[in-house]
C-alpha cells in the first residue's frame, strides 16, 4: 500500500513540476511560445512598418495613459490622436491632463480600441492602428497585464484581461467623449473582449452605451480546447505522448487556477456568450443593447482553429444579430490584416 501511495505521489510530483515549468514558459512575461510573426511573407517587415510609423511620425501626437488593474497591476496604454486632428492636439491633452476634465479627445467622434494578443505578437498591431489613424479613427492601443508597458509577471489569460479591460473602458468613457467606441481583439486580446462584453459587470456600468462594435481577430472558443487541439496535433502520431501532454494540460489548468486565475474551462469566450442571453434576457434589472460583433480569421490558423471562429458566431446570435464572420484564405494565427490589408480594413469600417 506504502508503495502504491508512493508511486502515485512522484507521479503527481512529475506531472506537476513539468505542467508548471510548462506554464511559466508559456505565460510568463517575454514569452514567445505561441510567436507567429514569421510565419508568412511580409508579416515581421509590415507589423516593423506600422510599428515605425508610430513611433516616428505621430510621436508628437500620443500620450501614455495609466490605471490600476485588479490585484493592484499596473497597466499602460498609448493614445493616438486621427491624422486628421489638428496640431495642438498634444497641447489639450497636456492640459486635460493636469486639470483632470473630462476632455474632447476623439474629435473625430470614432474611436477604436486595440487589445493585443501576447508576447510578440503586440507588434503586430501597430499596423492595423496605423491603418485606422488613416480612416480618421483615434487609436487607443492597450496593453495587457504581463505584455509590453503593463506590469504583471504573467499572461492574464484573457479572462482576468476582460476585466481589466472592463476598468479601462469605465476609464475610457469618463475621459474622452466619443460618438463610437469600437473594440478591437486579436486572438488572447479578441478572447478578452468577448468576455468583458459578454458579462454582467459590463452591462451594470452601462458600457454598452459607448460601445458601438466589437471585433475579434483570432479568437478561440477556451483555453482548454487550445491546448487540446494543439496536443493532439502536435502528438497525433504516438497516443501515449498525446495522453500524456493533454494530462499536462490539465495540470497547468490547476496551476492556472492556484495562480489566481481560473481553470482553463472557464477561460471561455464561448461559454461567455450561451451564458450572455440566459443572465441578461431573465434580469429586468439590467437591458441589453445589442452591440455587433465581427469574427475575423484565418483559415491557416493552426493555433486557434478556425472552427472556433464559426462556434464562437453561432453562439452569438440573438434576437436582433448583426453578427458577421469573415475567414481570410492562406492567413495563419493573427495575420489576417497582412494578407489583405484592403479587404480587412473595408471589412471593419463597414460596421
Keep these: 500500500m506504502f508503495l502504491i501511495f508512493l508511486a ?11 505542467a508548471y515549468f510548462l506554464y511559466r514558459s508559456y505565460f510568463a512575461r517575454g514569452s514567445n511560445f505561441f510567436s507567429y510573426s514569421a510565419k508568412i511573407a511580409g508579416f515581421q517587415e509590415g507589423a516593423a512598418a506600422g510599428e515605425e510609423l508610430l513611433d516616428d511620425l505621430l510621436a508628437d501626437v500620443m500620450t501614455e495613459l495609466s490605471i490600476t488593474g485588479s490585484g493592484g497591476v499596473t497597466l499602460k496604454a498609448d493614445y493616438y490622436r486621427s491624422l486628421s486632428c489638428n496640431a495642438n492636439a498634444s497641447e489639450s491633452l497636456e492640459k486635460r491632463d493636469v486639470d483632470g476634465s473630462r476632455g474632447d479627445a ?14 510578440d505578437s503586440i507588434k503586430t498591431v501597430y499596423a492595423p492602428a496605423a491603418d485606422y489613424l488613416r480612416h480618421g479613427f483615434d487609436v487607443i492601443i492597450v496593453y495587457p497585464r504581463g505584455i509590453g508597458k503593463s506590469g504583471g509577471k504573467r499572461c492574464g489569460l484573457s479572462y482576468v484581461d476582460a476585466t481589466d ?13 466619443a460618438q463610437k467606441i469600437v473594440l478591437h481583439g486579436f486572438s ?15 452591462y451594470k456600468a452601462r458600457l454598452d452605451e459607448y460601445v458601438s462594435a466589437v471585433i475579434a481577430d483570432s479568437a478561440f472558443t477556451s483555453m482548454a480546447d487550445v491546448f487540446s487541439d494543439y496536443y493532439k496535433n502536435f502528438t497525433k502520431k504516438s497516443r501515449f505522448q498525446c495522453f500524456f501532454f493533454i494530462q499536462l494540460s490539465h495540470y497547468m489548468s490547476l496551476i492556472s487556477f492556484l495562480s489566481g486565475c481560473h481553470f482553463f474551462e472557464n477561460i471561455s469566450p464561448l461559454k461567455f456568450l450561451k451564458r450572455r442571453g440566459h443572465l441578461f434576457a431573465k434580469s429586468k434589472k439590467i437591458k441589453i443593447r445589442v452591440i455587433p460583433m465581427l469574427f475575423l480569421h484565418g483559415k491557416n490558423d493552426t493555433i486557434c482553429r478556425v472552427w472556433m471562429a464559426e462556434k464562437l458566431f453561432a453562439s452569438s446570435h440573438t434576437a436582433e444579430n448583426r453578427n458577421r464572420i469573415v475567414l481570410f484564405d492562406d492567413a495563419v494565427h493573427g495575420g489576417s490584416y497582412y494578407i489583405n490589408p484592403k479587404k480587412y480594413m473595408e471589412t471593419v469600417l463597414s460596421l
Excluded at 476623439?106 to 508576447?119: D, F, R
Design 188 to 202: 488572447f486580446g479578441a478572447s478578452a473582449v468577448i468576455q468583458s462584453v459578454s458579462s454582467r459587470a459590463f
Design 106 to 119: 476623439a474629435e473625430s467622434g470614432k474611436l477604436v480600441v486595440i487589445v493585443p494578443g501576447y508576447g
Design 165 to 177: 479591460l472592463i476598468r479601462w473602458l469605465k476609464y475610457i468613457s469618463g475621459r474622452f467623449e
Design 8 to 18: 502515485a505521489a512522484g507521479i503527481f510530483t512529475v506531472f506537476f513540476s513539468s
